[in-house]
């Protein structure tokens, strides 16, 4: 017998909404709806063959054997009150099969949902020995071998090895493509007791860089698929790793920090583009610069650590191996399409992206630029940053080069990608996600492993979009 609990006891009693079931070739899916989250036991039965799912604290409000379509392992459903106040479903298998639960939170048009993932094999008659019998740890214990592995893959420079095995998410049928805004966060750097560089003219950076965040804003918002928001509006001082935690309450696609750069002398002027390094900074003002601006979360009383605080305990372990490798290399992307566009108008103080251990772009899953627009301390540069015709211009030129960066890599699930896959779909090597698809299925169907499909289209997670158009290897 395989037995595991997969949810956290409801604060109130939930009611089973509905059952769903889909079939393909590497087993059977059954969702069950529910209408809050209810502590699962989940667990198998022989002789016959039967998967039980007990629901603490449930009552049923639908019928369950409406959902069954005999195909695949499932032959019938049957429920029943348990202990008075629990619901008992009986799933009834025309074979052994082995049991993989998990829960999902409200989202994509559904509510709570406990999914369970059959798959042919034997039961064994006790516990899954990996992660102590706890699939939860397993599956924590797997995706950070995945990702260690990952990361080992990247920093060699060979080819990162990509699991062949079929995951929950590689089952699931594709979603409703929602194209959505792509969601960049801008943030003007400094602010109320902070005021950053000052000019010889009196100019504090707090104040211009807020004028070049709202025009950054408006121009984003203003391009068909984006949204963008502002970790501040007026002036007010937020610490450092607080503006990422704006940045990640917003489900940002997209982190830009705008400041303004302070020289020793009043000779130096330009723009700079940085990423975050993740082994130092690539340049001794570069290293200089990131003290010097990672000093300001002091004044807040706040330490220069990254903080993951407001990450489970999957991100925790996995992000941190990671070092931010995906994220940082779509920063640089994006920042030299930002520095493109800004040479067109203006002295660059760095023809490349520089980078540095800024603490503002340590968002390990958002990519993020830290843009200095100009000297203060330069007295010419002063004025060009007081000027609306300057600031509309450095503002055009970082939201466009944002835009042509997400025009290369949308989101799967954005506006763009959908608009990008209008025109595709039609060569012998594409294929165009139809209702009812799943990846494993399209993998099996076309005779290609869930590995090589994932590598050829650079797929980060395993749901699928109605209208996307994958790569066949």
């Keep these: 017998m395989i037995m595991m609990s ?50 603490a604290d449930t009552t049923l409000n639908t019928t369950l054997g409406s959902a069954v379509d005999g195909r695949g392992m499932v032959r019938d459903v049957r429920s029943g009150v348990r202990d008075g106040t629990d619901l008992r479903v009986v799933v009834e298998l025309d074979r052994k099969a082995t049991p993989n639960a998990f829960k999902l939170p409200p989202g994509g048009g559904h509510g709570y949902r406990l999914v369970v993932d059959l ?85 504090h950076e707090k104040n211009v860089v807020l004028q070049i965040g709202k025009r950054v804003k408006a121009k984003l918002d203003a391009m068909q698929g984006f949204k963008a928001y502002l970790t501040r509006d007026d002036d007010t001082f937020i610490p450092l790793r607080g503006r990422t935690r704006i940045a990640r309450r917003h489900h940002a696609d997209f982190f830009v920090s705008v400041h303004a750069d302070a020289g020793g002398s009043t ?79 203006n002295k660059l103080f760095h023809s490349r992206v520089e980078q540095a251990g800024f603490v503002v772009l340590k968002s390990p899953d958002i990519p993020s630029l830290l843009v200095e627009t100009g000297f203060l301390t330069n007295p010419s540069e002063e004025r060009l940053l007081n000027s609306p015709a300057h600031q509309d211009k450095l503002a055009t030129a970082i939201a466009q080069g944002i835009r042509q960066h997400f025009l290369r890599s949308p989101p799967p699930d954005s506006l763009l990608a959908w608009q990008r896959d209008q025109n595709r779909g039609g060569a012998s090597n594409e294929y165009r996600v139809q209702p009812g698809d799943t990846l494993s299925g399209i993998a099996a169907s076309k005779n290609v492993s869930l590995a090589a499909l994932r590598r050829a289209n650079n797929l980060d997670t395993d749901v699928l979009r109605l209208g996307q158009v994958l790569k066949i290897p």
Excluded at 6 to 33: K, P, Y
Excluded at 314 to 322: C, I
């Design 267 to 345: 000779s130096p002027r330009g723009t700079s583009v940085y990423a975050l390094s993740q082994h130092g900074a690539t340049s001794e003002r570069a290293r200089w610069l990131a003290q010097s601006e990672n000093r300001s979360d002091l004044i807040g009383g706040v330490d220069g650590d990254l903080n993951l605080d407001d990450k489970d305990q999957v991100l925790r372990g996995v992000l941190l191996d990671l070092s931010m490798t995906a994220t940082v290399n779509d920063s640089l992307s994006a920042g030299t399409d930002v520095l493109g566009r800004v040479s067109n108008f």
């Design 119 to 203: 798959a042919p094999g034997e039961s064994g008659g006790g516990t899954s020995s990996s992660g102590g019998g706890d699939p939860i740890t397993a599956m924590i214990q797997q995706q950070e071998q995945a990702a260690r592995s990952r990361l080992s893959g990247n920093r060699t420079g060979s080819t990162p090895p990509v699991s062949n095995e079929p995951t929950a998410e590689s089952r699931q049928t594709a979603k409703p493509h929602p194209r959505r805004d792509i969601v960049v966060v801008v943030d003007p750097g400094h602010g109320g007791k902070d005021p950053g560089a000052s000019g010889p003219g009196g100019t």
């Design 6 to 55: 997969v949810m956290a006891s409801a604060a109130q009693a939930a009611q089973l909404e509905g059952l769903r079931q889909w079939t393909d070739s590497d087993g059977t899916r059954l969702v069950f709806d529910l209408s809050s989250e209810a502590k699962a036991d989940v667990f198998t039965l022989d002789s016959p063959d039967r998967l039980v799912i007990d629901l």
